[in-house]
T-cell receptor
Framework: SAVISQKPSRDICQRGTSLTIQCQVD?????MFWYRQQPGQSLTLIAT?????????ESGFVIDKFPISRPNLTFSTLTVSNMSPEDSSIYLC?????????FGPGTRLTVL | GENVEQHPSTLSVQEGDSAVIKCTYS??????FPWYKQELGKGPQLIID?????GEKKDQRIAVTLNKTAKHFSLHITETQPEDSAVYFC?????????????FGKGTHLIIQP
């Protein structure tokens, strides 16, 4: 399995600002993924981050709002831009390893 | 795109009894079906998965069955224990867990009554 860490674990932000979430994997992985989970709800895929290429976004999510970086095989960032209260959620990264997918602990974001 | 339905949303069982959670999927091309356990304040933990070329898989007290014709799969937990209390999510993907993003069901809150 893979051990995945995220920073920050939680944050409270003002509307109109941006927050960058970091995701670190303890193994080299080709595919990393970013999900959103609203409190008490299911997980929704935001985008797939393949090292060396542009991230692929799911319907309803755009690069200007959620820019993603994937500089190497163990690290990725997700930025939540120009935040509004509707962006309050848990953001999770995951990594594909040995044909399985493992999740980080999540970043709990509250936008005031 | 893929749609995953999960039932029930809440399941309460007596400690020692069995629990069954069921999911259906819409895309017949999906070939990977993992189950995750999520405890409060934590990320989802992979507990078992099954691929389309297998009908059943078991790991100690946990088993998963897959019916490709009917497009449904189920999680079975036997001899339930208090530590099994959590939210369980089923998911599906086209290309395997490592290559593709997952489509999740809405989750089942499993409560183990002492």
């Amino acid at each position: 399995s893979a051990v995945i860490s995220q920073k920050p674990s939680r944050d409270i932000c003002q509307r109109g600002t941006s927050l960058t979430i970091q995701c670190q994997v303890d193994s080299q992985v080709t595919m990393m993924f970013w999900y959103r989970q609203q409190p008490g709800q299911s997980l929704t895929l935001i985008a797939t981050a393949n090292q060396g290429s542009e991230a692929t976004y799911e319907s309803g999510f755009v690069i200007d709002k959620f820019p993603i970086s994937r500089p190497n095989l163990t690290f990725s960032t997700l930025t939540v831009s120009n935040m509004s209260p509707e962006d309050s959620s848990i953001y999770l990264c995951s990594a594909g390893l040995a044909d399985e997918q493992f999740f980080g602990p999540g970043t709990r974001l509250t936008v005031l | 795109g893929e749609n995953v339905e999960q039932h029930p949303s809440t399941l309460s069982v007596q400690e020692g009894d069995s629990a069954v959670i069921k999911c259906t999927y819409s895309d017949s091309a999906s070939n990977y079906f993992p189950w995750y356990k999520q405890e409060l304040g934590k990320g989802p933990q992979l507990i078992i998965d099954i691929r389309s070329n297998v009908g059943e898989k078991k790991d100690q007290r946990i088993a998963v069955t897959l019916n490709k014709t009917a497009k449904h799969f189920s999680l079975h937990i036997t001899e339930t224990q208090p530590e099994d209390s959590a939210v369980y999510f089923c998911a599906a993907s086209l290309g395997g867990g490592g290559a593709d993003g997952l489509t999740f069901g809405k989750g089942t809150h499993l409560i183990i009554q002492p």
